[in-house]
């Protein structure tokens, strides 16, 4: 795989400082996300991976503010395009969604409505922050379906998401969420639901389309892989934090946390000999409800010291757009890992 490359703005479009994200309702508040700063450029592809349970979604939504407000607990900072989006009314906040910022979620048949057809769906969120007819915004959805190649673009409009393969689905859900002309797209593991072969389609299409609209988007999945393929800068992401900050190129050939080189290591690659056993991460992630004091990789880490189980690491920065939180980066580079295919 090879990293993208791309013209980006020296302007940021989203600055998240000091997030953190508690939720409530169970014995014990769960810290979510704890501490979170990111900042992505206009143009710009920022992708989020980490375990299932690191704060991924969690981060992503609260960039569209979509938590229940009555049982969560957010603190911090997050701006997009000028707007501070934990600061926003009801109203505001509504035209922000779409227009400003949309997502495209991971299940499309969830996520869309069952008994309107996808066109009315469309349709409906153009006119919704646009003053333009039904028949402008028909011809506008029929055009979406056509840029995101769904065949017999005009039929498919009148179809509703269960007559739709999963393939299909996922398209119809990209086209609705560029249908308002976001500056800002938000992609929650679009490919997780997906075969393989279709999966490869819609990251293509993905990076084509940022790269044809000029979008800035913020890619969440655990595919390190995938990551690659689409990303300009990753943010590694363990127990609610950002463990490692870096270029795609920079993760990939000099990664200094020992979580992201444990993701690395995991994946199969042309070193595995047929039959051999694929690397695993040992242990599991920790309780959110309670985090220990010191790095909370701590416990599953073959360099972790006394020291790493008491501090909560800093962010150490390595080389201009490189950081990770972690004691011991002067070991980790030591480290020699499988080339990514």
Do not use: W
């Amino acid at each position: 795989m090879t990293t993208p490359t791309r013209e980006l703005s020296d302007e940021v479009l989203v600055d998240v400082q000091d997030l953190r994200v508690t939720f409530s309702g169970g014995h014990k508040p769960v810290q979510a996300v704890s501490g979170v700063s990111l900042q992505v450029r206009r143009g710009e592809v920022v992708a989020l991976i980490g375990e299932s349970g690191s704060g991924k979604s969690v981060t992503l939504r609260t960039l569209l503010r979509l938590h229940n407000e009555r049982r969560s607990r957010i603190e911090g900072t997050v701006r997009v395009a000028g707007h501070d989006v934990l600061a926003l009314s009801a109203k505001a906040l509504a035209d922000y969604r779409g227009k400003v910022a949309s997502m495209i979620f991971q299940e499309p048949l969830l996520a869309l409505d069952p008994v309107y057809t996808l066109g009315a769906q469309i349709v409906e969120s153009i006119r919704r922050h646009e003053p333009v007819s039904a028949a402008e915004a028909h011809a506008r959805a029929l055009a979406l379906f056509e840029r995101v190649r769904i065949p017999s673009p005009e039929r498919r409009l009148s179809a509703y998401p269960h007559e739709m393969s999963g393939g299909m689905r996922q398209r119809a859900m990209i086209a609705l969420a560029l249908a308002c002309r976001p500056q800002l797209l938000l992609a929650d593991e679009p490919t997780t639901a997906l075969d393989a072969t279709v999966q490869i389609q819609v990251l293509l299409l993905l990076r084509e389309l940022q790269r044809e609209l000029g979008l800035s988007v913020v890619f969440v999945t655990h595919d390190i892989g995938a990551a690659v393929e689409v990303a300009d800068r990753i943010a590694v992401m363990y127990a609610g934090r950002i463990v490692e900050e870096g270029t795609a190129r920079q993760l990939i050939r000099e990664p200094r946390h020992p979580y992201t080189q444990a993701l690395l290591r995991s994946r199969a690659h042309g070193a595995l000999a047929k039959g051999g056993r694929l690397a695993t991460i040992a242990g599991s992630p920790p309780d959110l409800a309670h985090l220990p004091p010191g790095c909370a990789f701590a416990e599953r880490c073959g360099l972790a010291t006394d020291a790493c189980r008491t501090t909560q690491p800093a962010p150490v920065m390595l080389s201009p757009g490189h950081q990770a939180r972690c004691l011991r980066t002067d070991h980790t580079a030591q480290v020699t890992l499988p080339a990514l295919d």
